[in-house]
């Protein structure tokens, strides 16, 4: 029960990184959801038009889009901290797990540790190893946290993969990879992570992990239909490519128009595209990793916790059950509190033209670089609003 009387503590000061004007449509809006779908960057439509023209430029067009993957691919890596060279572009973080689920040669008596908090793409993409006697299994969360002690006390030297989010679509709880990949440290075990809520906004520290994926369309500003993914040598090594195209085999020049077998594959990067990767997005993405770089991830991860603790004080002051943990060292962007009526409450939220996501019993706001300590205020001046509507 929310206590009506009391008082919200005075806000400090926290101006954006990057202007809202720089984005599409926030016009009068307090956008905090960049952790569910963040809003567009007006410089994209320039990226478009430039898009376009490659598109009916022929030869020369492609061999420009392709420069443009690979100004791409080194931007990433330069985010991550990682060889450029192990960057793919995968159609979705989803396909990440599952590349490793499909690769591996699995044995009956493995094993995969996860959480019972997971995001499904997570938490699923070993659905069909059972069958094969494998085992999945479901670290449960305390209080809405997960610890990294459980998660290496479950693994053993029959597990296989240990895959996990980053930072947690459900709570905002940024495990500590580097912690897990020490715990790790010698055995034959993979470190599998989706960074979908950490990259673009705090540090990712990819260069620990064996597969570090992320979605494009929440904090790295881009949109939907590719995914970075990178892949470590030790993984590279232990798992097999199982989706073959005319990119990722040494068709060409060395066959010409006639096929034979065998047929040599080719290594990171192309590994993990046998396809075209979907060129427009990757030229979106390029473009907002530019900003994002240029401002600096400790910038911005610095902005984005500051954001989160003055959301999670206000939310405190209003009596809601925050379950983002309260070290500093565990936040990220994202800040959540539980809320039964979630969906009732994001909609009653938007008709104040505040946006939050909320589904699932749990509501989630989202600072990311274009936020500002006004924003805050204008969502717990509406949540105390709309609180007595439910």
Not at 139 to 151: G, N
Not at 336 to 362: H, M, P, Q
Request: glycine share 8%.
């Amino acid at each position: 029960m929310l206590d009506c009387e009391k008082e919200l503590a005075p806000m400090p000061t926290i101006n954006p990184l990057v202007s809202p004007d720089e984005f599409v449509g926030l016009e009068g809006l307090t956008h905090l959801c960049s952790g569910g779908e963040a809003p567009w960057l007006k410089r994209q439509a320039k990226v478009y038009d430039e898009f376009c023209r490659l598109k009916s430029d022929s030869y020369r067009g492609r061999d420009s889009l392709f420069e443009h993957l690979d100004g791409c691919r080194r931007k990433v890596g330069q985010l991550w901290g990682v060889d450029s060279q192990r960057i793919s572009f995968m159609p979705s973080a989803a396909e990440g797990m599952n590349w490793l689920a499909r690769g591996l040669d699995w044995q009956a008596g493995d094993n995969i540790v996860t959480t019972n908090l997971e995001f499904p793409s997570v938490a699923y993409a070993w659905k069909n190893l059972p069958e094969r006697g494998v085992e999945i299994r479901l670290v449960p969360h305390r209080d809405w946290q997960i610890s990294e002690q459980d998660l290496l006390n479950t693994a053993d030297n029959r597990t296989r993969v240990l895959a996990v989010s980053q930072v947690s679509f459900y709570t905002g709880q940024n495990l500590d990879i580097q912690a897990l990949a020490k715990g790790l440290a010698g055995s034959e075990t993979l470190l599998a992570v989706d960074a979908t809520h950490a990259s673009g906004v705090i540090d990712v520290p990819a260069e620990v992990t064996d597969l570090c994926v992320s979605s494009c369309y929440k904090w790295l500003l881009a949109t939907h239909g590719t995914a970075p993914c990178y892949l470590s040598e030790k993984a590279e090594h232990l798992a097999q490519a199982t989706t073959f195209g005319w990119r990722n085999l040494d068709v060409w020049p060395a066959q010409g128009a006639e096929r034979t077998f065998p047929v040599a594959e080719f290594q990171m990067p192309e590994k993990l595209e046998p396809g075209n990767p979907a060129m427009a997005i990757i030229m979106f993405l390029e473009e907002s990793l530019g900003l994002l770089l240029d401002v600096g991830i400790e910038r911005i991860e610095k902005h984005a916790l500051d954001l989160s603790q003055m959301i999670d004080q206000g939310l405190e002051d209003l009596g809601l059950k925050v379950i983002t943990p309260s070290e500093r060292q565990q936040r990220s962007g994202n800040t959540c509190f539980l809320d039964s009526n979630a969906e009732a409450t994001r909609k009653r939220l938007e008709k104040e033209n505040v946006l939050i996501w909320g589904e699932y019993g749990r509501m989630r706001a989202s600072g990311h670089l274009y936020n500002s300590s006004g924003d805050v205020t204008r969502l717990l001046d509406a949540l105390e609003t709309t609180r007595h509507q439910n």
